[in-house]
T-cell receptor, first 116, second 111 residues
Framework: GAVVSQHPSWVICKSGTSVKIECRSL??????MFWYRQFPKQSLMLMAT?????????EQGVEKDKFLINHASLTLSTLTVTSAHPEDSSFYIC????????????FGPGTRLTVL | GQSLEQPSEVTAVEGAIVQINCTYQ??????LSWYQQHDGGAPTFLSY????GLEETGRFSSFLSRSDSYGYLLLQELQMKDSASYFC????????????FGAGTRLAVHP
């Protein structure tokens, strides 16, 4: 159980375009979803937290107008990188919490974004 | 603030035992978790300790000492597939389910 999917798994785009990444919890309802960014050989950095039906909470230093998060249902959250630039190239990972285990999050497989 | 420290790299041979340490600084402690991540893959949950002592799950064990703000992940009978990055994590104070991750320890298992 507790499977989280992400789509796409990788994407290459031109500078200035927008990219949408989907995160779905397949077999459970996620009360909370998290979006992380990870640069090569570095740790996961939390970008934002989203709860279904409410506005996302962004971490300090993360531009909310650049990284748009929508959590339309208990099984789907989307991250849109607007006007992407090469410095946005990274590995974006979502995770979902069912609220059952306080410390356990279920991670999606990640999306590798490359901005040319 | 909150922070976690763990070694950046560990090397071991197949069949050996390796211990990955994690020290943390946090106000309000709600447990220490461990995650495994293979290159290019998603982190997967390994273990969680809320109380002092050793938790064993197959070849992997995790230990916690709250008085020392210290924990470790113990990997026994190492296999090549255990080569990965291992992250310790604690919930953020007042952050409800938000996790703070350590920088990660890259484990390389050699034949």
């Amino acid at each position: 159980g507790a499977v989280v999917s992400q789509h796409p798994s990788w994407v290459i785009c031109k500078s200035g375009t927008s990219v949408k990444i989907e995160c779905r919890s397949l077999d459970f309802q996620a009360t909370t979803m998290f979006w992380y960014r990870q640069f090569p050989k570095q740790s996961l950095m939390l970008m934002a937290t989203s709860n279904e039906g409410s506005k996302a909470t962004y971490e300090q230093g993360v531009e909310k107008d650049k990284f748009l998060i929508n959590h339309a249902s208990l099984t789907l959250s989307t991250l849109t990188v607007t006007s992407a630039h090469p410095e946005d190239s990274s590995f974006y990972i979502c995770s979902a919490s069912a609220g059952i285990s306080y410390n356990e999050q279920f991670f999606g497989p990640g999306t590798r974004l490359t901005v040319l | 603030g909150q922070s976690l420290e763990q070694p950046s790299e560990v090397t071991a041979v197949e069949g050996a035992i390796v211990q990955i340490n994690c020290t943390y600084q946090t106000s309000g402690f709600y447990g220490l978790s461990w995650y495994q991540q293979h290159d290019g893959g998603a982190p997967t949950f390994l273990s969680y300790n809320a109380l002092d002592g050793l938790e064993e799950t197959g070849r992997f064990s995790s230990f916690l000492s709250r008085s020392d703000s210290y924990g470790y992940l113990l990997l026994q009978e190492l296999q090549m597939k255990d080569s990965a990055s291992y992250f310790c994590a604690v919930p953020r104070s007042g952050g409800y389910n938000k996790l703070i991750f350590g920088a990660g320890t890259r484990l390389a298992v050699h034949p």
